[in-house]
């Protein structure tokens, strides 16, 4: 059984920091690319970050949407089959449920071609 639970979220002022934490179990963490996505209320499902595995390429590449370049990064660590999401310069429209996802091989930022999901974790940012 594959599960996917981040960790990490909670209350954060304006300009503030949070890191988030994924961990895997029940598939193969290095053959899939881990993708962040966030969803507020009355909004789409946004693409945030993604990090490929390696079992491929030998090295990971991380891809990350406009709106958060600059701001947040993804990592992750296959010995701990763990993806991390660290949020620097936090803003109110952050506010969000916020979701890893795993997809086999590889990287796209479409939420429809990721295979697996975790339950989410509410961020919220205080103005």
């Known amino acids: 059984q594959v599960r996917l639970v981040e960790s990490g979220g909670g209350l954060v002022h304006t300009g503030g920091s949070l890191n988030l934490s994924c961990t895997v179990s029940?598939?193969?963490?290095?053959?899939?690319?881990m993708g962040w996505f966030r969803q507020a209320p009355g909004k789409e499902r946004e693409f945030l970050a993604a990090?490929?595995?390696?079992?491929?390429?030998?090295?990971?590449?991380?891809y990350y949407a406009d709106s958060v370049k600059g701001r947040f990064f993804t990592s992750r660590d296959n010995a701990k089959n763990t993806v991390y999401l660290q949020m620097n310069g936090m803003k109110p429209d952050d506010t969000a449920v916020y979701y890893c996802?795993?997809?086999?091989?590889?990287?796209?930022?479409?939420?429809?071609?990721?295979?697996?999901w975790g339950q989410g974790t509410q961020v919220s940012v205080s103005s």
């Open positions: 990090v490929t595995g390696a079992a491929i390429t030998r090295i990971s590449t991380d």
């Open positions: 029940g598939l193969v963490f290095s053959t899939y690319t």
């Open positions: 996802a795993a997809r086999m091989l590889l990287y796209t930022n479409e939420a429809g071609r990721y295979q697996y």
